[in-house]
């Protein structure tokens, strides 16, 4: 095997490895609202802030969030003001990268690994205590540039979209289905 050939192939190989243990555990499950306390009717996401400097990566997650909750948040309001909120998740968006991790024949970047880095607090504005806390939100994903420039499509914004879904519905898994948070008596 030439030595190109050899160092595509543990590219490939690297990548798909890398890929598969990223994605563990991000299967759609049904969820009850269990995991809020009772007295959580209506939950404020206010948008999200940018630490990235990434063009509107906050206005995304903030988004899918508030989508993701409607959607499987059994019955819980969403608003975007904290005011008459029961509870208010913050978020920051810390980081944005994305790296060349597959090359193709001429040695330029084709696949992409894209890491998003969030700080995620969950407040109960009541009780005044916090329920959730992650200060080190981590999300991958991967987007392609073909090789030829006249069917070329920035993958870049698709991936920014389906990353802030999978965010969302992994952060709504934990809020519906429970973190530990025990109601007082």
């Known amino acids: ?26 299967g759609y499950k049904p969820v009850t609202k269990s995991g809020l306390p009772t007295h959580v009717k209506t939950v404020a996401v206010p948008a999200f802030q940018n ?10 997650f903030t988004d899918a969030v508030m989508r993701e909750i409607l959607r499987r948040g059994k019955g819980l309001r969403v608003q975007s003001e904290t005011k008459g909120a029961d509870a208010v998740v913050d978020g920051t968006i810390k980081s944005f990268a994305f790296y060349g991790v597959l ?13 998003i880095t969030a700080a995620v607090t969950v407040r109960d504005q ?8 992650n200060q080190d939100y981590v999300y991958r994903g991967e987007f392609e540039f ?39 008596p």
Not at 51 to 59: D, G, H, M, N, T
């Open 51 to 60: 630490q990235a400097l990434r063009y509107k990566v906050e206005s995304r």
């Open 126 to 133: 009541v009780t005044n205590r916090v329920l959730y806390d």
């Open 103 to 115: 090359l193709d024949s001429r040695g330029r970047a084709r696949i992409f690994e894209v890491t």
């Open 1 to 26: 095997m030439l030595p190109s050939k050899r160092l595509l192939s543990a590219t490939t190989l690297a990548c798909v490895v890398l890929l598969a243990s990223g994605f563990r555990g991000c």
């Open 146 to 184: 073909t090789d030829d420039p006249r069917s070329f499509f920035n993958e870049e914004d698709p991936a920014v979209e389906r990353l802030s879904r999978s965010f969302a519905e992994s952060l709504v898994s934990t809020l519906v289905n429970g973190f530990g948070v025990n109601e007082e």
